[in-house]
C-alpha cells in the first residue's frame, strides 16, 4: 500500500504564489509515476502535471505549462510550485501515484490510471 498527504494549500491573492508537497509512505518503491489534478466546485477532476519518478519526464496540461512546475526531491516528496496564481486556480488539488501506467505521457492525463491518491488541499485565489 501506498499512502499520500498533501499540504500546502491555503489562500493567496492572484498573482500570487504557493509550493503543494506530496509525501508517499508505505510501498514507495512500487511507484512509477506522480501526478497533481485539481477540482473545482461544480467541475471533473482536471489533469495538472506529472513525473516519472526515476528519469524526471514531466507533462503537463497545456493552459497551465510555464505557470506550474512539477518536481521530486530524494526524500520521496512531490511539489507543485505554482506561480502568478489566478482565481480560476481555485480547487482542491490532489496529489496521485501509480504502479503501472503506460510509459508514454499521454496517458498520464488520465486520471483513472492512478492507483493511489492523497486526500486534497485546498487552494483559493482571491482577486
Known amino acids: 500500500q501506498v499512502q499520500l498527504v498533501e499540504s500546502g494549500g491555503g489562500l493567496v491573492q492572484a498573482g500570487g504564489s504557493l509550493r503543494l508537497s506530496c509525501a508517499a509512505s508505505g510501498r514507495t518503491s512500487s511507484i512509477y509515476v506522480m501526478a497533481w489534478f485539481r477540482q473545482a466546485p461544480g467541475k471533473e477532476r482536471e489533469f495538472v502535471a506529472a513525473?516519472?519518478?526515476?528519469?524526471?519526464?514531466t507533462s503537463y496540461e497545456d493552459s497551465l505549462k510555464g505557470r506550474f512546475t512539477i518536481f521530486r526531491d530524494s526524500a520521496k516528496t512531490l511539489y507543485l510550485q505554482m506561480n502568478s496564481l489566478k482565481p480560476e486556480d481555485t480547487a482542491v488539488y490532489y496529489c496521485a501515484a501509480d504502479r503501472d501506467i503506460s510509459p508514454f505521457s499521454s496517458a498520464w492525463s488520465r486520471a483513472n490510471e492512478y492507483d493511489y491518491w492523497g486526500q486534497g488541499t485546498q487552494v483559493t485565489v482571491s482577486s
Open positions: 513525473i516519472n519518478r526515476f528519469d524526471t519526464t
